[in-house]
T-cell receptor, first 112, second 118 residues
Framework: KQEVTQIPAALSVPEGENLVLNCSFT??????LQWFRQDPGKGLTSLLL?????REQTSGRLNASLDKSSGRSTLYIAASQPGDSATYLC???????????FGKGTKLSVIP | EAQVTQNPRYLITVTGKKLTVTCSQN?????MSWYRQDPGLGLRQIYY???????DKGDVPEGYKVSRKEKRNFPLILESPSPNQTSLYFC?????????????????FGPGTRLTVL
């Protein structure tokens, strides 16, 4: 069964700092990996989707990488802003499965 | 506007009183699913549907029912709610089920339904 781990569980950084969020998964036979953002009490907003054939995806100040062989993905946020404060989650479908497994997220606080 | 909608957004009910949470998407997506989110446990999948009349259990299906009679709707039914079903519920949809690299399977989430069972 797929297990997804996100470290750290919480992170606090000063505004302007570059940062990396980590996601690891146990079953490397995945087809894609998706990063989401969740604001308190709100739904999930899709940030980036990386297909297994890709190694990176970029959107603005966000860059996500995927290393299937090591079971890891990273989300890089450049020049962080207070508006980036939220919980970031990664999710992967299991191989041969229609189920989606989420990590528990990293709660990011960007201090002005 | 492309979106996933859920109703109601907030619901307080009592143990044993049947309820339905509706979910609808206007993107012609094949795949729809329900999740519950609890502190310390994260998001867990309840049920999912690959297409009309095709549904399957996720990780925590006990106490829930679903149906997929139309492509756009995927209601979540609690026949006899109990306090341990107090949670934040999310519906999601995607164009394909996610299997295979050719599948475009970005998940889109609804705004959530906060359910309290007394």
């Amino acid at each position: 069964k797929q297990e997804v781990t996100q470290i750290p569980a919480a992170l606090s950084v000063p505004e302007g700092e570059n940062l990396v969020l980590n996601c690891s998964f146990t079953d490397s036979a995945i087809y894609n990996l998706q990063w989401f953002r969740q604001d308190p009490g709100k739904g999930l907003t899709s940030l980036l989707l990386i297909q297994s054939s890709q190694r990176e995806q970029t959107s603005g100040r966000l860059n996500a990488s995927l290393d299937k062989s090591s079971g890891r993905s990273t989300l890089y946020i450049a020049a962080s802003q207070p508006g980036d404060s939220a919980t970031y989650l990664c999710a992967v479908p299991g191989a041969g499965s229609y189920q989606l497994t989420f990590g528990k997220g990293t709660k990011l606080s960007v201090i002005p | 506007e492309a979106q996933v909608t859920q109703n109601p957004r907030y619901l307080i009910t009592v143990t044993g009183k049947k309820l339905t949470v509706t979910c609808s998407q206007n993107m012609n997506h094949e795949y729809m699913s329900w999740y519950r989110q609890d502190p310390g446990l994260g998001l867990r999948q309840i049920y999912y549907s690959m297409n009309v009349e095709v549904t399957d259990k996720g990780d925590v299906p006990e106490g829930y029912k679903v149906s997929r009679k139309e492509k756009r709707n995927f209601p979540l039914i609690l026949e006899s709610p109990s306090p341990n079903q107090t949670s934040l519920y999310f519906c999601a949809s995607s164009l394909y089920s996610g299997l295979g690299t050719s599948g475009y399977n970005e998940q889109f989430f609804g705004p959530g339904t906060r359910l309290t069972v007394l």
